[in-house]
């Protein structure tokens, strides 16, 4: 999520002249995201993942694409935000729109090189039309002495509450032969399982729960209107056709599963106690819709985080004490740019997907996606993530840090350091 994002959100959601719960957030900065080469880890990427921005998030240490908490080129582990505070007594929890064993709540859960590991059947993948899905995490086998699979991990971590989608990485034997799932697993270790909206309310006392609401990623709240999206711009002997504009409509898919807010909600019910607590909640799919030039999509997904962070603020109003951060794992593609262009609009247009968006207060927004020309899917961007805050001190944040310096906000939060940042 960019500021691109969080613009395109706001002019169909409030409205150009409107305001999200985000924009009241008393505290707004600015964080450099930091990725390294895997090779030469002094060298930077300037284009991170979401398994690279977790890790920074989560572990205050910049580390390689595609490894989730373990360090570039020695794959080291690096402790988590959620292993310290919980070792320290805190409640731990973790709330995401996407599979719970996905790059970003995965960073603050487990420790593997490769993020597409994400259960036991995953562990060797060989993907010839998109090498990047390819995985070899063989000798992360339990049975060779490694810690297994990302669902592996949550299920014997020793998190309070995780909640998204994901099931089928759970709903399968742990490992080649075996007749234990990772949901058998997962209750071994004291979890209970639920997989429907409705269970949420039943979330009380002690009980250590997964919530898997969905097979992989989550239905999303918006689509465009009979399922539009970005495309590229056609022409006709030469002469631009810019693409008619679409409004943005209710996903059907996303009546039959939880929002957002209401995993939040459970949550904070959940984890509020005088032991204090640590929740992470992520929308996910405004990464994941932006991916697939899914415009209503992405402004949908940062409608859930403003509903969800609505409920934080709430509890924060009741509980002064807490801290709430929001940001980024890293930017993306979406540009607000002209709706037709302002130069030649019958000769000159985007070069990669447009969409023309109509939008409730009776304007046109066009946005842009062009990273690459691929069918498959649009790339990120490296741009610097915003950084919002409300809470104890948040006035005297600096209004520039790097990604890495959140994890030192967190922790100092908690007192648990001294807030310097972890490794750059
Ligand atoms: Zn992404």
Same mark, same amino acid.
């Given at each position: 999520m960019d500021d691109q994002q969080i613009t395109i959100a706001r002019n169909y959601l409030v409205g150009s002249r409107g305001r999200l719960?985000?924009? !009241?957030?008393p505290y707004r900065g600015a964080a450099q995201v930091l990725t390294v080469d895997e090779a030469d880890p002094r060298i930077p990427v300037y284009v991170g993942d979401s398994a690279s921005g977790g890790t920074a998030l989560a572990t205050g240490t910049a580390t390689s694409i595609g490894r989730v908490s373990t360090a570039a080129g020695t794959d080291q582990k690096l402790a988590s935000v959620m292993e310290l505070a919980s070792a320290a007594g805190f409640a731990t929890g973790v709330v995401s729109s996407t599979s719970i064993t996905d790059a970003t709540p995965a960073a603050f859960v487990a420790h593997i090189d490769q993020r597409y590991c994400q259960g036991p059947s995953s562990m060797e993948l060989v993907d010839k039309t998109h090498p990047q899905y390819s995985t070899n995490c063989s000798k992360d086998y339990k049975s060779r002495g490694g810690r297994g699979s990302v669902a592996e991990q949550i299920a014997e971590s020793g998190l309070d509450l995780i909640l998204g989608g994901g099931l089928r990485d759970f709903d399968q034997?742990?490992?080649?032969?075996?007749?234990?799932?990772v949901l058998d697993l997962a209750r071994q270790n004291g979890f209970s399982i639920i997989r429907n909206r409705s269970d949420l309310a039943s979330i009380r006392g002690q009980d250590r729960t997964i919530g898997l609401f969905s097979d992989g990623i989550m239905p999303v709240k918006l689509r465009g209107s009979g399922g539009a999206i970005a495309e590229f711009v056609q022409r006709e002997d030469g002469r631009v056709l810019w693409p008619e504009p679409f409004a943005c409509e209710d996903n059907p898919e996303f009546a039959d599963v939880p929002t957002l807010a209401e995993m939040t909600g459970a949550a904070l019910r959940r984890l509020d106690g005088p032991r204090g607590f640590v929740l992470m909640v992520e929308s996910a799919s405004i990464d994941d819709q932006a991916h697939y030039w899914r415009t209503c999509g992405h402004i949908g997904e940062v409608g859930q985080l403003d509903e969800a962070l609505a409920l934080a603020l709430d509890y924060a109003a009741t509980h002064p004490e807490t801290l709430i951060l929001v940001t980024a794992d890293h930017g993306h593609a979406a540009q607000l740019i002209p709706e037709t262009s302002e130069l030649a609009p019958q000769e000159h247009a985007s070069p990669g997907r447009f969409a023309r968006i109509r939008t409730p207060e009776g304007g046109i927004m066009g946005v842009n996606y062009s990273?690459?020309?691929?069918?498959d899917w649009e790339e990120h961007s490296g741009v610097q993530v915003p950084v919002y805050a409300a809470g104890p001190?948040?006035? !005297?944040?600096?209004?520039f840090m790097h990604q890495v310096d959140v994890f030192g906000i967190m922790l100092k939060h908690l007192g648990l350091g001294t807030g310097t940042a972890g490794t750059h």
């Open positions: 719960v985000l924009d !009241a957030m034997p742990v490992e080649q032969g075996s007749g234990t799932t990273t690459n020309d691929s069918p001190g948040v006035r !005297a944040l600096p209004p």
